[in-house]
């Protein structure tokens, strides 16, 4: 029964693009256009075709990492980009509902980041092996979406133009002291200090990230400038001119989003100004993919634009600018990718074959969400008061 089923659901999606699967019963069937790119697959067990009608989602990832999911060469971008490109085609199918039902579902429930589930929820992530970061990030450790000026830049060019398009965005003077909330590997924070003449201090929830943090803040003279603290953004941290936060509000959870906007109000001087860049959709408010929720980013959750823009409407706060980068983090992820996999016999060595595995399906499904589907860059420009920033945008061009 379920692998009629399943014949009847590829049959009904894969209208752009081809694709071939083999039947555990050695069955071959070919779904889509015969003169497009061929996708082919065989899936080694069927037991999994139940579990892809209750969750989809986690399904096909789970699949792919026990090998009951096989892709002919490995082409998992090919795979996820044909099912993404013809869900994306098809927004109101039944299908499409599917896949929406079962992200939103008691399975994939949201629950509130309390503090004590946040530092466990960073923990899983952020305190892996700094090896790893160092073998697909830029030298910067920039674990974030860069800005590309031109589709050719490196990475390394295109995460220096994120950090200096954001300071030019919190409209930095000499000596004012500025807050980095969520501050990874210090390079935010270091950069403001050393180009922008001001007073940074970053917060982090990653005993790692602090750590190698405060050591590049020491390296590089800066001690009294930049200081880096195991905190959380809840906590009294005083007052400051400028508040940044870059790649946290992800991990903030939907029923936080009035107490952490009241946090940057209270946090902020009279004139003070925060600029918030996160992982946004372009849909409605909805779920977390359950995969990258279960293996890769418990606590995790990307806002809508809405549901931001309530919150900081309800702590009478001015949202004074807003820019949607589309197609930056799709650019960023495709760098990571090719890096992970240049050194992936390296990275096999510091966990193993299933680990990479994992990654490698978690830097390729994102990057596909960004390119094929719902998924942008918010950067939120927040004031105090309404005449802090200049009238107009011309100040983000000098």
């Known amino acids: 029964m379920w692998i009629r089923l399943l014949d009847k659901l590829l049959g009904q999606l894969v209208k752009k693009g081809q694709l071939q699967v083999e039947y555990p019963n050695g069955r071959i069937i070919r779904y889509g ?19 892809l009608f209750v969750n989809p989602d986690l ?11 096989v892709i002919k060469d490995d082409d998992l971008f090919g795979l996820l980009a044909l099912i993404t490109q013809n869900l994306t085609n098809q927004p109101d199918s039944w299908i499409s509902r599917l896949l929406m039902f079962s992200n939103n579902s008691f399975l994939n429930s949201i629950k509130a980041n309390v503090p004590s589930r946040s530092k466990s929820n960073v923990k899983h992530h952020y305190d892996l092996s700094p090896e790893l970061y160092s073998l697909f990030l830029d030298v910067d450790k920039q ?38 909330i969520g501050s990874g590997w210090g390079g935010m924070a270091i950069t403001l200090a050393k180009d922008y003449n001001v007073s940074v201090l970053g917060i982090t929830l990653s005993e790692e990230q602090q750590k190698i943090s405060q050591q590049r803040a020491v390296n590089e003279g800066l001690e009294g400038k930049v200081e880096f603290k195991l905190m959380d ?7 400051f001119d400028r508040i940044v936060s870059v790649g946290m509000f992800e991990h903030v959870g939907v029923p936080n989003y009035e107490e952490y906007f ?20 372009i849909s409605p408010p909805g779920g977390t993919s359950p995969w990258i929720k279960k293996y890769i980013f418990p606590g995790g959750y990307i806002p809508a634009l809405s549901e931001m823009v309530a919150a900081v409407e309800k702590n009478h706060l001015y ?25 992936e016999e390296i990275i096999k060595g510091i966990y193993d074959e299933r680990f990479c595995r994992m990654w490698r399906y978690y830097l390729v499904a994102s990057e596909i969400s960004f390119r094929y589907y719902q998924q942008v860059v918010f950067q939120v420009q927040i004031s105090k008061e309404q005449m802090t920033l ?6 983000l061009l000098k």
Not at 390 to 395: C, Q, S
Request: hydrophobic residues 35%; proline residues 3%.
């Open 233 to 239: 953004y809840r906590e009294d941290l005083g007052v």
């Open 319 to 343: 949202i004074s600018d807003v820019e949607i980068l589309r197609m930056h983090y799709a650019m960023t992820l495709s760098h990571w990718h090719h890096r992970f996999t240049e050194n």
């Open 59 to 69: 399904t096909i990832g789970e699949a792919y990492l026990d090998g009951d999911l």
């Open 33 to 51: 256009q015969s003169l497009d790119k061929k996708i082919e697959i065989k899936i080694n067990r069927p037991q999994i075709f139940r579990r």
């Open 390 to 395: 200049p009238l107009t945008r011309d100040y």
């Open 262 to 281: 009241r946090s940057l109000k209270n946090k902020l001087s009279p004139g003070g100004v925060a600029l918030v860049h996160t992982i946004g959709r």
């Open 143 to 180: 674990y974030s979406c860069a800005y590309f000026k031109n589709v050719d830049d490196t990475l390394e060019q295109a995460q220096e133009q994120k950090k200096h398009h954001i300071a030019k965005k919190l409209s930095l003077h000499p000596g004012m002291n500025v807050l980095d």
